[in-house]
């Protein structure tokens, strides 16, 4: 018998290479992935910024937890004609997100610190080593507290401020939406889905989600959870995703 799961609609930009384990699923198992993100991420213009009545010039170091920060600190200073000196430092999360840093600074010259683990808590005891700097953290309107809240506890000055912000990515009229499986990976989606769709029946959709956060955000809509990740069978949502397949494919050939 085949698959009750034809159409897949993974709530993410496509992957940039094909070594995807999605590509490896859709393959395998006969189905078609779609990749359309519910959301999208838009700066603040120069006007919003002001608002907060925050100077970038007035801080001595920059934290970065994402990429995406990265862009909209630099774009939004270019736009508000704030040139960045030499002399600021910046600390992220992971090395990979400082090296990022090349796209708009000379790396060799700026100095840069980064956490070795990726955890908050790690990039919190480098930025402990550097307390009397005033350390300035762009963020998203919607954003997690802990490093905010772990400087606090350290004493250390620093000022948070909203450069970007986390919309709707709205679905066209003629846009086709015939899928048996939706993916999820923040609540942002799922307040998202109910705005493009407000009269929406999942009937026999099946609804799958990345972290507890989003799980509780679909049981909250009212929303039936049938995949969910991580677990310790399923650390990733490919790996649920294929799970789930895998013994669909097992009951219907009982």
Not at 119 to 145: G, Q, R
Request: glycine share 4%; hydrophobic share 40%; charged share 30%.
């Amino acid at each position: 018998m085949a698959l009750s799961i034809k159409k897949v609609l993974i709530s993410q930009p496509r992957p940039t290479t094909e070594k995807s384990p999605y590509f490896d699923i859709a393959e395998k198992y006969g189905v078609e992935i779609d990749f359309r993100p519910f959301i999208k991420v838009e700066p603040l213009n120069s006007k919003e910024f002001r608002q907060q009545k925050v100077s970038i010039l007035d801080h001595t170091a920059v934290i970065f937890t994402a990429r995406t920060a990265i862009d909209h600190f630099f774009q939004l200073c270019e736009e508000l004609r704030v040139a960045i000196p030499e002399t600021m430092k910046y600390f992220c999360t992971t090395e990979a997100i400082a090296v990022y840093l090349q796209k708009y600074i000379v790396y060799r010259k700026r100095k840069i610190f980064f956490g070795q683990t990726g955890k908050v808590d790690d990039l919190v005891s480098v930025i402990a080593k550097h307390a009397k700097e005033k350390y300035f953290i762009p963020v998203s309107d919607v954003h997690k507290d802990d490093l905010m809240i772990l400087l606090g506890a350290k004493k250390i000055n620093f000022t948070k401020a909203v450069m970007y912000r986390t919309v709707s990515n709205d679905f066209e009229k003629d846009e086709v939406f015939d899928y048996d499986m939706l993916v999820f990976f923040s609540p942002s989606g799922i307040t998202s889905l109910l705005k493009n769709f407000p009269g929406f029946q999942q009937d026999n959709i099946k609804i799958g989600c990345f972290g507890p956060t989003t799980a509780k955000a679909v049981k909250d809509a009212g929303l039936r959870l049938d995949v969910e990740a991580p677990s310790p069978e399923a650390p990733s949502m490919t790996a649920a995703l294929e799970l789930y397949l895998k013994k669909e494919l097992s009951d219907n050939k009982k």
